[in-house]
T-cell receptor
Framework: ETGVTQTPRHLVMGMTNKKSLKCEQH?????MYWYKQSAKKPLELMFV???????ENNSVPSRFSPECPNSSHLFLHLHTLQPEDSALYLC?????????????FGPGTRLLVL | EDQVTQSPEALRLQEGESSSLNCSYT??????LFWYRQDPGKGPEFLFT???AGEEKEKERLKATLTKKESFLHITAPKPEDSATYLC????????????FGRGTSLIVHP
């Protein structure tokens, strides 16, 4: 148990659907992240929320929309996805201390876009 | 730009056959080097953080070491349950606090 939970664990959606992924951290951290993990590729950072600041990877398509209502919850809203968006989506959290930060990951949501 | 290269890409061992995984990195001022274990379809599980050259950390059959250019994850007398993908990441002091991850080493330990 890592203290970071994600729901749902598995999701199948059509290209016209709208869905949301949810992440919750119970570690008292002040930064949360969304990553995409595709086969044979390194982890790809999508978004970061830290101290109410949002940082995003400019290569992420606008069909992915993050929301961070507070320091414990993070959402990823999905709409009109493409089959190439099928991947494992990972949420992580860390404590920003101005020095090194260890990220703790959730179990991931396996997404399949048909 | 920080870079991380892990080798080998895949490694097959017999149970009890010790070996090492390599993580080579370039970073402008190392804040931390991280090792994670990832089982198929699951999120990475944190193993170690190393901060400075010469540092070593151990956990059961795993031992991580760090030099100024690379880190090794030594696996002593591995068991089948050690089979997983091992990820390495570095965090530099060049301005971004976001770690850079390598592609990982897929380890299979045969009984």
């Amino acid at each position: 148990e890592t203290g970071v939970t994600q729901t749902p664990r598995h999701l199948v959606m059509g290209m016209t659907n709208k869905k949301s992924l949810k992440c919750e951290q119970h570690l008292g951290h002040n930064a949360m992240y969304w990553y995409k993990q595709s086969a044979k590729k390194p982890l790809e950072l999508m978004f970061v929320y830290s101290l109410e600041e949002r940082v995003e990877n400019n290569s992420v398509p606008s069909r992915f929309s993050p929301e961070c209502p507070n320091s414990s919850h993070l959402f990823l809203h999905l709409h009109t996805l493409q089959p190439e968006d099928s991947a494992l989506y990972l949420c992580a959290s860390s404590h920003r201390s101005g020095y090194q930060e260890t990220q703790y990951f959730g179990p991931g949501t396996r997404l399949l876009v048909l | 730009e920080d870079q991380v290269t892990q080798s080998p890409e895949a490694l097959r061992l017999q149970e009890g056959e010790s070996s090492s995984l390599n993580c080579s990195y370039t970073v402008s001022g190392l804040r931390g080097l991280f090792w994670y274990r990832q089982d198929p379809g699951k999120g990475p599980e944190f193993l170690f953080t190393l901060y400075s050259a010469g540092e070593e950390k151990e956990k059961e059959r795993l031992k991580a070491t760090l030099t100024k250019k690379e880190s090794f994850l030594h696996i002593t007398a591995p068991k089948p349950e050690d089979s997983a993908t091992y990820l390495c990441a570095v965090q530099g002091s060049g301005g971004s606090y976001i770690p850079t991850f390598g592609r990982g080493t897929s380890l299979i330990v045969h009984p």
